[in-house]
């Protein structure tokens, strides 16, 4: 099959999304289907062009045992480039709209695709697999990442029952109506479409993963990235990905000054995000001296980058569970690192962390009950080790890119 996925970021680029596609565009290219993947020039969040227009990735790992077809290849078609980047709201809507051009034409001149799969960065890009649909006759997958209108409606941006938000909610709905399938990320997600009275017999739980190959444990004495960024046998509670608005900062920060005069705690932050001036600058304010920000590490390093952490803290605002479900749990579980969630009990976060004891929930606002979390683990290096381990057990087998990936193949292939 030509399978096409249709999504902003792409490989080389190393946000959450980005490692979510390549990883599905190399399962399938394993098992013998074409893949061209329609992404922007830039990478995320930042303006200019930087990326080739186009780059064929042949190198796509061994093939399954008992495969009966060559291996397919990945074909990159990169178009347009960010004009402004993060710098505002109006400004990203524009950068959106040149993308959505742009990838139109491109799905139009690139060979017949068999299923198009349109994940949520930019939003609504999913609407052009209908598009593509409707003049090729491919099958259309919406990949739901993050849910629209109902994200910026719960940031604030939009109002509940405004006239855009109700437009917008009525796109959506009709996209995940005429779409031939729509994938969530967690049992939330699934809950808060079916409550909307959309049609259960197209929506498809498959969670999100990390690379069990790619990401590994790596033992503190090994780890050279504790020795190159100074953190010694300090305790080292970590926040690796996007600090976005739907994110709790407020209790993070408070659990920070609670442990601002302690040299064997460390809070290290890693990526980007519109939050991070708001922590950066708060570790400036505060004179924390245990608290430093770096930017993202290249895929290579991510082993060593998460298993420079103790213990990884997850935030999600309560009210955005469904609406978002956090990706970078997956990654600390196969460094074998517990997690420290913040945010309600019933998002897909907490569930997993709750099922397999594999770290500790904390309400948002309880920054007490995250301290004690903390103190806890800081102080009883074995339990942090042993819930670590349960955390990459729980992995295999569930949440891992093999098995996830194998879900998502079974459906195209379906389809």
Known sequence: MHIVLLNQAFYPDVVATAQMATDLAKHL???????????????????????????????????PAGATTPPGQINIRRVGFSIFGKRGTLARIADFAFFYLLAALRILTIPRPDVVVGFSTPPYIALLGLFSRFFRGNKAVYWAMDLYPDVPVASGM????????????????????????????????????????LPKDRIHFIPVWSDESGVQPVARADNPLRAQWGLGEA??????????????????????LAFKDRADVRFVFIGGGKRRAEIEAFIAAQGLKNATYRDYVARAQLSQSLSAGDAHLI?????????????????????????????????????????????????????????????RLASDSGAAMARGAKARAALLGRYDAATACAQWAKLLETL
Do not use: W
């Open 29 to 63: 290219a394993r098992r013998g289907h074409t893949v061209t993947a329609i992404s922007s020039r830039s990478i995320y969040g930042k303006a200019g062009a930087v990326l080739p227009p186009t780059e064929t990735i042949t190198d796509v790992g061994p093939v």
């Open 158 to 197: 939009l109002e509940p029952n405004g006239l855009v938000t109700r437009l917008l909610e009525r796109i959506h709905r009709r996209l995940i109506r005429s779409a031939d399938a729509t994938v969530v990320l967690g049992r939330c997600m699934e809950g808060r479409l079916l409550a909307k009275g």
């Open 315 to 375: 935030s999600l605002k309560e009210g955005m569970e469904g609406l978002i479900v956090p990706s970078k749990l997956f990654g600390i579980m196969a460094a074998g690192r517990p997690a420290l969630f913040i945010g309600h009990p019933d998002s897909e976060i907490a569930r997993i962390i709750q099922e397999n004891d594999c770290g500790e929930v904390v309400r948002e606002g309880d920054a007490q009950g995250l301290i004690a979390a903390i103190e």
């Open 235 to 256: 305790f080292t509670v970590m926040y690796s990905g996007n600090f976005g608005l739907g994110h709790d900062a407020e209790t993070i920060k408070a659990a920070m």
